[in-house]
């Protein structure tokens, strides 16, 4: 049985304050929800912020992105160890939104992942095809070139300490959710993939959550599918009552 994982993007949203009176409102939302792990990404400007409103709950909190190198003269570039010394335990890759607006490769979310591991944070990775993708029949093809190139290198083990996050851009902030039955498709394909690349157990064990238009009343479908063990959610997370309506699915 894989746990069920409910994960926030907060992506450019909120202030410090912001960010504690979040917190305020969420915590009791969530406080016996044993069911599944809660994992909050919030900007590095409020993650000190986020930590410390959420010691002692049952709720991580994750950076949206990293660099890959340990340290050095990157301006304005952000280390893995840099997010653990501030209390991270998870880090998103490869979001979509750093793929299509700030060049973000498979080539450096590999190096990304290794270097999240190599401090032992959590890499919630994100793949997904656009629109124009899925229409031209490419979904597979995209989807196995960002796994093949994105996991390029790494262990069984590695591997065994990723989350997979399958967010079609097509359904990301547009209100266009995929069905259930569409990411229970994709999410299946990429366990294949796993399975392929990994071997078991890894591929079974894996998490894949999904993203993209994820709100209070399409959870419960969605975490219907066999496939699907959890969700990314970005807009709806940013309100402490619908986030916790998800968490409570
Ligand atoms: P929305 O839930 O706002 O569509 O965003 C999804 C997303 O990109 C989460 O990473």
């Not at 010394?85 to 080539?107: A, I, K, M, P």
């Not at 290198?153 to 547009?174: C, D, K, M, N």
């Not at 999904?210 to 997370?237: C, E, F, R, T, W």
Request: aromatic fraction near 8%.
């Amino acid at each position: 049985v894989r746990r069920p994982i409910i994960a926030g993007n907060w992506k450019m949203y909120k202030t410090a304050r912001e960010t504690v009176e979040f917190f305020e409102q969420f915590k009791p939302l969530v406080k016996i929800s044993h069911h599944c792990d809660i994992v909050i990404a919030a900007p590095f400007t409020v993650l000190v912020d986020a930590v410390k409103a959420a010691e002692g709950s049952n709720i991580a909190i994750a950076a949206q992105d990293l660099f890959w190198e340990a340290e050095g003269a990157y301006t304005g570039e952000i280390s893995p160890l840099m997010l653990v010394d501030v209390g991270c335990r998870y880090t998103l890759v490869g979001h979509s939104e750093r793929r299509q607006l700030f060049g973000e490769t498979n080539q450096n979310v590999n190096k990304k992942i290794k270097a999240a591991l190599s401090v032992n944070l959590t890499p919630i990775v994100c793949i997904g095809e656009m629109l124009e993708e899925r229409e031209a029949n490419q979904t597979q093809k995209v989807i196995q070139t960002q796994f093949l190139e994105g996991f390029a290198g790494l262990t069984a083990q590695a591997f065994s300490r990723i989350i997979l996050a399958y967010e079609p851009v097509w359904a990301i902030g547009t209100g266009r959710t995929a069905t259930p039955e569409i990411a229970g498709e994709v999410h299946e394909y990429i366990r294949g993939l796993a399975d392929a690349s990994f071997g078991q157990p890894g591929a079974r064990n894996l998490r894949i959550l999904y993203g993209g238009s994820v709100k209070p009343d399409n959870i419960k479908g969605l975490m219907a599918q066999a496939h699907v063990d959890g969700a990314l959610v970005g807009g709806a997370s940013l309100n402490a009552d619908s986030f916790g309506s998800i968490v409570n699915f």
